[in-house]
């Protein structure tokens, strides 16, 4: 630590705009169904997604288990932080889905006309509240839409999750 500092080496404090995630923190069951897509038609679709702060307060660490129809739960741990240099939202993740890949374990979020919108391997995109921070319904769910590419590389609506406490 340097004189005058409670943190070693004069590392700045979490970026502000980590507070919009704020929201998430906890655990949330979601269940949908989603739509015909390049991965085949519609199935069923339930979650169970965990947030909390990595100590520190850099980096918000999700844990989940995800199963689509009747295929083998997919499980995995995102990060998510904020790249102050480049204004952006950023999450790296891993999962039992394969090997980490550059293209395939990344995305980037942008803040946009009161929506924060992911972008990667596939989109999705959470409302805002007049604060700035994710937006929680009356009832305390937290909607999420999802879009996958298509065959000529569009964005189509895939499903859209409402998570509700655990």
Same mark, same amino acid.
């Given at each position: 630590m340097t004189e005058g500092s409670d943190r070693p080496f004069d &590392?700045?404090?979490?970026? !502000?705009e980590l507070r919009r995630l704020e929201p998430l &923190? +906890? $655990?949330?069951?979601?269940?949908?169904?989603t739509q015909? $897509?390049?991965? +085949?038609?519609g199935v069923p679709v339930r979650n169970i997604e965990t947030f909390r702060w990595l100590e520190g307060g850099y980096f918000l660490v999700q844990e989940y288990e995800t199963v689509f129809g009747d295929e083998p739960a997919q499980k995995g741990i995102n990060y998510w932080y904020f790249d102050s240099e480049a204004e952006r939202f950023r999450i790296i993740f891993f999962s039992n889905n394969g090997p980490f890949t550059e293209d395939g374990n990344r995305y980037q979020g942008k803040v946009a006309e009161g929506k924060l919108t992911f972008v990667g391997p596939a989109r999705f995109q959470y409302e805002l509240d007049d604060e700035g921070k994710i937006k929680a319904n009356a009832d305390g769910t937290i !909607? &999420?839409?999802?879009?996958?590419r298509d065959e000529r590389s569009e964005w189509k609506p895939w499903m859209?999750? &409402?998570?509700?406490?655990?």
């Open positions: &590392v700045p404090p979490p970026d !502000p &923190v +906890g $655990s949330w069951r979601a269940e949908d169904h015909e $897509s390049v991965y +085949g038609p !909607p &999420v839409a999802w879009w996958l859209n999750n &409402v998570f509700r406490r655990a």
